[in-house]
């Protein structure tokens, strides 16, 4: 399958390990890695971010391995899930970095190409989020109100 905005048909990607149980190094327990989740989502991190540093820091390799659920669900059941979905989050603020380079150089003609092939990914993923109820049917991608959505 190709890609939605280039001419790349790459499959590259990482590969999940075959057991699902935790590996008999790793020596966290359950209710351990649920309340640093929590902890590290209070001082305002992403589920990928907070994965990284568990991954890291805390010598976690799969939470889900660990706790038999994923990150973003111990989140929603701890009532800490971020509003809109992390990758709309990122797309939305890609776009607004983008129009704020567009103030500053109109000339960019790349750039402004760019900016709509950004856009009309955010449509696509917003009409996605709104078919699966992950947001509200009245939410709406408005590009004067993008910033306010990224700096909250």
């Known amino acids: 399958m190709g890609r939605m905005h280039s001419k790349g048909k790459g499959m590259s990607s990482s590969a999940m390990p075959y057991k699902r149980s935790a590996p008999s190094w790793c020596k966290a327990t359950s209710t351990e890695v649920n309340d640093s989740i929590c902890k590290l989502a209070r001082k305002g991190m992403t589920p990928s971010q907070i994965g990284v540093v568990l991954r890291d820091s805390n010598g976690i390799p ?86 306010t959505l990224v700096a909250a």
């Open 62 to 147: 799969q939470v889900s391995s660990v706790t038999g659920s994923k990150i973003l669900r111990i989140l929603k059941a701890s009532g800490l899930a971020p509003d809109i979905p992390e990758d709309l989050y990122h797309m939305i603020k890609k776009a607004v970095s983008i129009r704020k380079h567009l103030e500053r150089s109109r000339k960019d003609k790349d750039g402004k190409f760019r900016l709509i092939l950004v856009e009309s990914r955010i449509h696509r993923l917003a009409r996605y989020y709104k078919r699966v109820k992950k947001l509200p049917p009245t939410w709406r991608y408005e590009s004067s109100t993008a910033s």
